[in-house]
């Protein structure tokens, strides 16, 4: 399959991965979503409908394609909003050492574009990066596992990978809501990653 690159529609794509509405990773979403400028795509994972990889091989005879899309499936158009943004943020609580089994379904679905000729990969040129909570107060270890699924992501789409913001010791929906330098930390850090861009 030959695809052409999307033009930039956003300035960013916030995915917000949490299957809990409300919590901690809705606010950093929230923050996030102040330090960017206008237009931005955001979307829950979790409502996306996304079904997990089959293996089934559809995807190495069609690049790019995948045997799960239509019927209710939203990985093609979660896809789509990351190829059409500059910058995409994935917001996610890590949960036994890694993303909510939602997000981790959308990130294998990512398989589709591994057999795209790197130049024809569908982000290619576009940064990803994530803001990890974890209710854990430390761990060197917390937040390996999301990462370095998420980097291999970006490999496959083409993108650059930008090394996360971890945040430690968020037991609780609501404690990073009522949390003022959490929440500046999130702005400065989404603001960097921005300027950043080139």
Partial sequence: MTERRTAVE?????????????????????????????????????DAGVRPCTGCGYCRSHPGECAQDGGGDGAASLYACVAKARLTIVVSPVYFYHVPSQAKAWIDRAQRFWEMPPAMRPAAGRRLTAIFIGARER???????????????????????IPPLCLYGYDGPSVLREDRAALERIRAFVTHAWQNLG
């Fill in 10 to 46: 956003y300035s960013a794509f916030i995915a917000a991965c949490s299957p809990r509405r409300g919590g901690n990773s809705d606010a950093a979403a929230a923050a996030a979503r102040l330090a960017l400028h206008d237009p931005v795509c955001s979307a829950r994972i979790a």
């Fill in 139 to 161: 761990g060197e270890k917390l937040f390996s596992g999301a990462g370095l699924t998420l980097r291999y992501m970006a490999l496959a789409m083409g993108m650059e990978w």
